[in-house]
């Protein structure tokens, strides 16, 4: 098993579908993130899990919405977007405190269209 | 302000010479520093990270960090083609519980030959 992996790849729907994303890492951290990087954008932080709590949201607009099981699986639930929340969304995961805080692993993202 | 800035580049960088990448952050309170490499239709993966003042040293990347300025860097000796690609500098803007990693827009990289 691969440290992150992110279903689907890629991911064409339209404005009034609801669909969903989802991460599962094997790497036994306790930290999950949804980051967003559009062309020409930096990476734009969206949430983060710890330990299954969410500890940011980054004003990011309620049809995004995201659900933490437990700290192997994380979702993205998508629903009435916008054709400008076509993106890659990268899910990453990391441990949450310890001499590598902030290392993240990446998962190799979800290609999402949105018609 | 953004939180973190990075020049876009372009910068080209001919086959062996050393490549310069510069960050600034306006946290103050950041402690922990890192340096992603993304090539092109990939995820970014980490090349470096530091913490402490000063330089830091793996290989051809050198890291560099100075807090009082606020200010990070990122050396690449002996420049290889397969160095181009897109640098990310990241900085851990929380102290505890779970990081808040925000990224830089990233400095285009081109290595010729």
């Known amino acids: 098993e691969t440290g992150v992996t992110q279903t689907p790849r890629h991911l064409v729907m339209g404005m009034t579908n609801k669909k969903s994303l989802k991460c599962e890492q094997h790497?036994?951290?306790?930290?999950m993130y949804w980051y967003k990087q559009s062309a020409k954008k930096p990476l734009e932080l969206m949430f983060v899990?710890?330990?299954?709590?969410?500890?940011e949201n980054n004003s990011v607009p309620s049809r995004f919405s995201p659900e933490c099981p437990n700290s192997s699986h994380l979702f993205l639930h998508l629903h009435t977007l916008q054709p400008e929340d076509s993106a890659l969304y990268l899910c990453?995961?990391?441990?949450?405190?310890?001499?590598?805080?902030?290392?993240?692993?990446f998962g190799e993202g979800s290609r999402l269209t949105v018609l | 302000q953004k939180e973190v800035e990075q020049n876009s580049g372009p910068l080209s960088v001919p086959e062996g010479a050393i490549a310069s990448l510069n960050c600034t952050y306006s946290?103050?309170?950041?402690?922990?520093f890192f340096w992603y490499r993304q090539y092109s239709g990939k995820s970014p993966e980490l090349i470096m990270f530091?913490?402490?003042?000063g330089d830091k040293e793996d290989g051809r990347f050198t890291a560099q960090l100075n807090k009082a300025s606020q200010y990070v860097s990122l050396l690449i000796r002996d420049s290889q083609p397969s160095d181009s690609a897109t640098y990310l500098c990241?900085?851990?803007?929380?102290?505890?519980?779970?990081?808040?990693?925000?990224f830089g827009s990233g400095t285009r990289l081109s290595i010729r030959p």
């Open positions: 946290d103050r309170g950041s402690q922990s």
């Open positions: 790497l036994g951290h306790n930290a």
């Open positions: 530091i913490y402490s003042n």
């Open positions: 990241a900085v851990n803007m929380r102290l505890s519980s779970a990081s808040k990693i925000i």
């Open positions: 899990y710890n330990f299954k709590e969410q500890t």
């Open positions: 990453a995961s990391s441990q949450p405190t310890g001499a590598n805080t902030g290392e993240l692993f």
